[in-house]
T-cell receptor, first 113, second 112 residues
């Protein structure tokens, strides 16, 4: 079946540091890939997505590239802010029929001033 | 436009009690979902619906029932609550299974 593996957190960074959160997946075919973000006390919201190999999703300074050869979708940001502190979830949507989202376990990011 | 709303926000139940969580969306979405979020487990799909009057089991359906009598509402029921059902429950909706899911703010349920 489909699965998503994310690096465990928390990831602790100082403001303006470079961020990478690793995500790898297992799925047949060419799934769609997503990053969701959950701010404290809120529900998840879509951050970015990519639907085919070599696509790059980007939003709010975050980027992730769909790498079919390494089955990866790592999240990056060049300069994090305190307001980026949140839990980040990698997810995939398979290619069969009513395939629903499969989420990773989430990675907490803590950014200090 | 409220998006996805959930009622209640917090609830404490005793073992064996029953309750219903209500999810409502005003975006005319066909698809709706119920997830539970537990520490270290991420989000796990309980049940979902691909349209009014339909429901399907997700990854962890045992101990829960759902109903989708109206397109805009998706109810999650616990017939006999157990401590293992202590969790934060999120509802979500989307236009299709491959599309962006919009999440509600969550319901924190504690079963003692």
């Amino acid at each position: 079946g489909n699965s998503v593996t994310q690096m465990e957190g928390p990831v602790t960074l100082s403001e303006e540091a470079f961020l990478t959160i690793n995500c790898t997946y297992t799925a047949t075919g060419y799934p769609s890939l997503f990053w969701y973000v959950q701010y404290p006390g809120e529900g998840l919201q879509l951050l970015l997505k990519a639907t085919k190999a070599d696509d790059k999703g980007s939003n709010k300074g975050f980027e992730a590239t769909y790498r079919k050869e390494t089955t990866s979708f790592h999240l990056e940001k060049g300069s994090v802010q305190v307001s980026d502190s949140a839990v980040y979830f990698c997810a995939l949507k398979g290619t069969r029929g009513y395939s629903t989202l499969t989420f990773g376990k989430g990675t907490m990011l803590l950014v200090s001033p | 436009n409220a998006g996805v709303t959930q009622t209640p926000k917090f609830r404490v139940l005793k073992t064996g009690q029953s309750m219903t969580l209500l999810c409502a969306q005003d975006m005319n979405h066909e698809y709706m979902y119920w997830y539970r979020q537990d520490p270290g487990m991420g989000l796990r799909l309980i049940h979902y619906s691909v349209g009014e009057g339909t429901t399907a089991k997700g990854e962890v359906p045992d101990g829960y029932n759902v109903s989708r009598l109206k397109k805009q509402n998706f109810l999650l029921g616990l017939e006999s609550a157990a401590p293992s059902q202590t969790s934060v429950y999120f509802c979500a909706s989307s236009t299709g299974t491959g599309d962006e899911q919009y999440f509600g703010p969550g319901t924190r349920l504690t079963v003692t």
